[in-house]
T-cell receptor, first 109, second 115 residues
Framework: GQQLNQSPQSMFIQEGEDVSMNCTSS?????WLWYKQEPGEGPVLLIA?????ELTSNGRLTAQFGITRKDSFLNISASIPSDVGIYFC?????????FGTGTRLKVLA | GAVVSQHPSRVICKSGTSVKIECRSL??????MFWYRQFPKQSLMLMAT?????????EQGVEKDKFLINHASLTLSTLTVTSAHPEDSSFYIC???????????FGPGTRLTVL
């Protein structure tokens, strides 16, 4: 199936550092969603974006809907060990959601 | 709000048997439910989209006779893996959207192991 390009694929960071990841697509999306998935569990919605240019925060997380509607980024500030997991972006097209390839985050205490 | 449950969370079955997985929206009416499959260290791959009361729309390459989907009510969708084989072993996750939500909310997933 179709997937979004998400980068980086994985990253190790020190506790307290800021993290940035992004998704790009060749298609325009109307909605961008960011999820976090922990091992053996379903993805949990972190942030939803509905308008081009929109910048939304949820605690230490900030995400933006790109002006071109073909990209989005997620920032995590002052990372903590419990931020570990896989982060997925998802773009909503005509009738379904397309998921990114995921960013695996590991935080070193 | 927006809680989705899945049952069972884990299932182990013998090759050739059928397995049914239930997906329920607990506190909202799910007009659309999605079924995904996820292999280790990979992203979610959409299998099918189901709308209440109508036939599911399957993604290319997904056998509709192999993966039977029923969305009989606004709070329940089921996925039946028929004549399961070891290659069907995977993590199956459902999600739901509703009239009140533009977002997609996921269930906790079902780990299927076919021996």
């Amino acid at each position: 199936g179709q997937q979004l390009n998400q980068s980086p694929q994985s990253m190790f960071i020190q506790e307290g550092e800021d993290v940035s990841m992004n998704c790009t697509s060749s298609s325009i999306f109307n909605t961008w969603l960011w999820y976090k998935q922990e091992p053996g569990e379903g993805p949990v919605l972190l942030i939803a974006l509905y308008k081009a240019g929109e910048l939304t925060s949820n605690g230490r997380l900030t995400a933006q809907f790109g002006i071109t509607r073909k990209d989005s980024f997620l920032n995590i500030s002052a990372s903590i060990p419990s931020d570990v997991g896989i982060y997925f972006c998802a773009g909503h097209g005509t009738y379904k959601y397309i998921f990114g390839t995921g960013t695996r985050l590991k935080v070193l205490a | 709000g927006a809680v989705v449950s899945q049952h069972p969370s884990r299932v182990i079955c013998k090759s050739g048997t059928s397995v049914k997985i239930e997906c329920r929206s607990l506190d909202f009416q799910a007009t659309t439910m999605f079924w995904y499959r996820q292999f280790p260290k990979q992203s979610l791959m959409l299998m099918a989209t189901s709308n209440e009361g109508s036939k599911a729309t399957y993604e290319q390459g997904v056998e509709k006779d192999k993966f039977l989907i029923n969305h009989a009510s606004l709070t329940l969708s089921t996925l039946t893996v028929t004549s399961a084989h070891p290659e069907d072993s995977s993590f199956y996750i459902c999600s739901a959207t509703g009239a009140s939500y533009n977002e997609q909310f996921f269930g906790p997933g079902t780990r299927l192991t076919v021996l």
